[in-house]
């Protein structure tokens, strides 16, 4: 196994917003949504949106799978990169996948099988399991 750091996966840059109450985001004339501080495409400023988390996340997960064909690959990231993990393998519109809920130290497995069929190429087979 081979540790990579890949930038791609790191945690949504809030910007301006990066340590105030998520309270003060909401009431300064921002997008209403009801499970997260924003709307998908709301960008800080100084930031980035859900949406350019959402684009750096599929970047990383398409050229990963690309380099390790049938391999299993293990990432370590945040909440906001496991949303959009499974939004794209599962085709969730972003506002929809900012419900998902993810917990604090858990782990999703997401599965890849190419080939035409029905259904996609992807399988969440589990979310929040805990060891």
């Known amino acids: 196994a081979?540790?990579?750091?890949?930038?791609?996966?790191?945690?949504?840059?809030?910007?301006?917003?990066?340590?105030?109450?998520?309270?003060?985001?909401?009431?300064?004339?921002?997008?209403?949504?009801?499970?997260?501080?924003?709307?998908?495409?709301?960008?800080?400023?100084?930031?980035?949106?859900?949406l350019d988390l959402l684009s750096r996340t599929v970047q990383a997960i398409d050229a990963h799978s690309r380099a390790h064909p049938g391999g299993t690959i293990v990432a370590v990231s945040h909440g906001g990169n496991i949303r959009a993990a499974i939004a794209y393998a599962l085709g969730i519109e972003p506002d929809k996948a900012l419900g998902i809920s993810v917990e604090n130290l858990s782990t999703p497995r997401l599965d890849y099988y190419p080939g035409a069929g029905r259904g996609g190429a992807w399988r969440l087979v589990f979310t929040n399991a805990r060891p």
């Open 2 to 50: 081979r540790r990579i750091i890949d930038p791609r996966i790191a945690e949504q840059h809030f910007g301006n917003w990066f340590g105030h109450d998520h309270i003060l985001t909401t009431t300064a004339g921002r997008a209403a949504h009801n499970f997260w501080f924003v709307d998908a495409a709301t960008q800080p400023p100084g930031g980035e949106s859900f």
